[in-house]
Structures are given as structure tokens and as C-alpha cells.
């Protein structure tokens, strides 16, 4: 039996990458975006003059836990804060990051990739990662 998993592509990741800074430029925010394929590799990513690297890497593991575990980031907390045991094997997980700003990126209803942005509040980077997905015409959860 075959398995067939689909990505995002790498104009479609430029594109959103580009996007999501326009719209936090045009909202005075600083931010870094990232974006990852289906299985949480980075395809592009970005930070503004003067986000931190450490920005950009949670932008990363942003992307990677919307994209590897198929629901935003948001939604991965509210699942993980349900029990203590839970929230403690999160805490032992590499890359796995509750931060709200990672959603994941889907085509006919598969996740085929992952946003994460990261450096403003987590609404208005929650609402950076929206846009950018919305300007490829792809489905923003």
C-alpha cells in the first residue's frame, strides 16, 4: 500500500513568507515567520531588521508543531493542558512549542505544511500567519 503526502511549495512558502512581514510592517509589529513542509522541514523563512535568532527559531518550532501535529499551536495547548502528565511529556519534547502563532497550512482539507510566526503578541502573530496563508488562496484553520 502506497501513501501519498503532498507539501507546500516552496513559491507558495516565499509568497506567505513575504506576506506575513508586509502585514506586521504595516501594523508596526517585528516579527519572524517560518514555513515548513508536511513533515516540519523548513522551506522558507525570515526575520526583521532586528527580531532576534532566537525569534526566528521559535517561528520554527512554531511551523513544526502545526505542521507535524496537524491543529495550531493554540489548540495543541488546550489539548496538552488537559493533564498534568501531559503538559510534563510536552516539556520533554524537542521542537514542540505551544505558543500561540502556528497554524497549519492545508489543501482539500490535508495539512500540507506549517506557518509559524513569532515576536509580536501571540493574536497578532496568530493574525500574520491568517494573511499569509489567505494570499495563496490555501485554507487557514
Not at 508586509?22 to 526583521?48: F, K, L, P, Q, Y
Amino acid at each position: 500500500m502506497i501513501h501519498t503526502v503532498s507539501h507546500v511549495s516552496l513559491k507558495a512558502s516565499s509568497e506567505m513568507v513575504t506576506r506575513a512581514l508586509a502585514h506586521a510592517a504595516e501594523n508596526g509589529w517585528s516579527i519572524a515567520v517560518s514555513v515548513v513542509d508536511a513533515d516540519g522541514a523548513t522551506i522558507a523563512s525570515a526575520r526583521m531588521d532586528g527580531v532576534s535568532s532566537q525569534i526566528l527559531g521559535f517561528a520554527d518550532d512554531k511551523a513544526f508543531t502545526a505542521s507535524t501535529m496537524r491543529k495550531t499551536t493554540e489548540a495543541y495547548f488546550e489539548r496538552m493542558d488537559q493533564s498534568a502528565s501531559l503538559r510534563l511529556g510536552l516539556a520533554n519534547r524537542n521542537r514542540l512549542l505551544v505558543w500561540g502563532g502556528g497554524l497549519p497550512i492545508k489543501y482539500k482539507g490535508a495539512v500540507i505544511g506549517g506557518i509559524g510566526v513569532s515576536g509580536a503578541q501571540d493574536f497578532e502573530d496568530v493574525a500574520c500567519a491568517q494573511v499569509a496563508i489567505r494570499n495563496v488562496d490555501l485554507e487557514v484553520e
